[in-house]
C-alpha cells in the first residue's frame, strides 16, 4: 500500500521528544543530580529511574503528578544538603586557621594572663615551639596582655593564642599548649601545658 502524501502524512506521524513539561522536568533531573553529585551524594534509584525514562523521551510517564512532587522532595533535600556542606566547610576552615581558639581565653579555662598574674610565666621567659623533632625551632613570647610574640621567617608577629601562632608558623592546625615550652634559667625545658597543670592544680588546692 503507498504510504499516505500531503499534510496528511504530517498529521498521522506518531509525536516523538519530551513535551515542553518533560523538557523542564528533565532539566530539574540533570540539576539534581548534578548537585547531588558535587555534595557527595548517593543518587537516589527513583531518580536516576527518572532521569533515563525522560532522557529516553518517555512523554506517558511526564504526565504522572508523582513525578512533580518527588523532584519537590529533592529540590528539598539538595537545600538541606547545600547548607550541611556550609557549615562543615566553615568549621574546616575554622580549624585549619586555629580561628576556633580566639580570645584570651584557652583550653581549660586558663589564660596565658592568669599565668602571668600567679608569677608561672614572665614577659622575660624565652619561650621555644617546636612541633616535631625535625620542624625548626621558632622563638617566641608572652606579652603583657597575655597576647603571642612569634618570631618566623617573616619577622616578629603578634598573635592572640598559643595555638594560633604555632599554627600559622606551622602551616598546619597545633594545639599550642602541647608545641610551646618554656627555656628555664637551668638550661631546661618546661612545656606550656606542664605550667598550666600546675596553675590549675594551685587553684584547686586553694
Known sequence: MARPRGSNAVAC???KGLSSEGKQQLQVVNKAVEQLTKLGVEIPSDLRSLKLRLS???V???SNPQ??????GVESLIDGLREL???ARALREK????AIVSGAKKHYGVALEELL?????STDDRLELQWTRGSGVFEGKV????TVSAKSAGGWKQYDSLSTAASEIAGRPLNGWDCWRRTNADGKRTSLKEIRAEYLNQENDS
Request: proline share 3%.
Open 67 to 72: 513525578i512533580t512532587m518527588h523532584l519537590t
Open 60 to 62: 506517558a510517564s511526564v
Open 13 to 15: 506521524a506518531p509525536a
Open 95 to 98: 580549624l585549619k586557621t586555629g
Open 85 to 87: 556542606s556550609q557549615a
Open 143 to 146: 606579652l603583657g596582655d597575655g
Open 117 to 121: 598574674d600567679a608569677g608561672l610565666l
Open 56 to 58: 529516553a523521551n518517555d
